[in-house]
């Protein structure tokens, strides 16, 4: 296979190992008992893995450099937390880690030119929602996958865009002014009950899963954005289906506890 030569950072990504699992762990071993160079050897043999990772973010106006910078920053983090004894696979560790990494990045310091592409998605499904509701008349709301169908987009971009509104502001922020009254995002979103407890009870919510970590994060986002089982759950990031309702339980009883604090 011929590889092309693709710099960045001034890294050529063409030549970057790969380690195997098993030289992970050996490496992994060597740090905790305080070799330092390991950790460089990791951090080198993962670099693969953040590229991977800042592909989900492309076409969001952020240049590939910086991405890649905050996604390394994300993957020493990874490598420096990681425990041997949990029996995962350390990707499957270190990616929600990289994607945290590089979206806090993206809120915190460029809010401006990575949110309109998000928006733009988060604003559409919003609205294939309302569609979806009003034609079969139904009485639960669209899975993320229904919507993600009907905007021909991977499902995974509506749940970073949806995420992506969660803000307080952002629901009082305008979509488009076709020269009358201004449509807001709140104008886009139906619900049956009182609008002003659903966006408290939105906000909690949100406020509620930052406190999660981020094993804790992905397992929720896969049980009920994505519509998986626990035993999908637990073959995917390499655990058992006890542990995964175990991880699920906890998690939702720590939101619940914030919640009605």
């Not at 160079?37 to 693969?48: Q, Y």
């Not at 310091?109 to 928006?119: A, C, F, M, T």
């Not at 519509?227 to 720590?254: C, F, H």
Request: charged share 30%; hydrophobic share 40%.
């Amino acid at each position: 296979m011929t590889r092309h030569k693709v710099e960045i950072c001034g890294v050529d990504t063409s030549t970057l190992p790969v380690l195997k699992n098993t030289e992970m762990r050996e490496l992994f071993k060597q740090l905790q008992d305080g070799y330092l160079p390991a950790r460089e050897e990791l951090v080198n043999g993962n670099l693969r893995l953040v590229l991977s990772v800042i592909q989900r973010f492309n076409n969001r106006g952020e240049y590939v450099d910086d991405l890649f910078q905050v996604g390394c920053i994300g993957l020493m983090k990874s490598i420096d937390n990681f425990d041997l004894s949990q029996n995962v696979k350390f990707s499957t560790y270190a990616v929600p880690m990289i994607i945290g990494e590089i979206r806090r990045y993206l809120r915190d310091n460029n809010p401006i030119r990575v949110s309109r592409s998000l928006r733009d998605i988060a604003y559409k499904a919003l609205q294939v929602r309302d569609h979806l509701m009003a034609e079969k008349k139904r009485e639960n709301e669209p899975t993320v996958q229904e919507i993600a169908k009907v905007l021909e987009v991977p499902k995974e971009d509506v749940v970073f865009a949806l995420d992506a509104i969660q803000d307080p502001v952002s629901l009082f922020e305008p979509i488009y002014n076709d020269g009358g009254d201004p449509i807001f995002v709140m104008d886009q979103i139906s619900d049956e009950r009182n609008k002003d407890v659903k966006w408290v009870e939105d906000i909690a919510l949100k406020e509620a899963m930052i406190r999660l970590n981020d094993r804790e994060k992905l397992i929720l986002n896969m049980r009920f954005f994505q519509g998986k089982t626990q035993m999908e759950v637990a073959d995917e990031i390499g655990i058992s289906q006890a542990q995964v309702s175990r991880l699920e339980k906890a998690a939702i009883n720590q939101m619940n506890k914030y919640v009605q604090s």
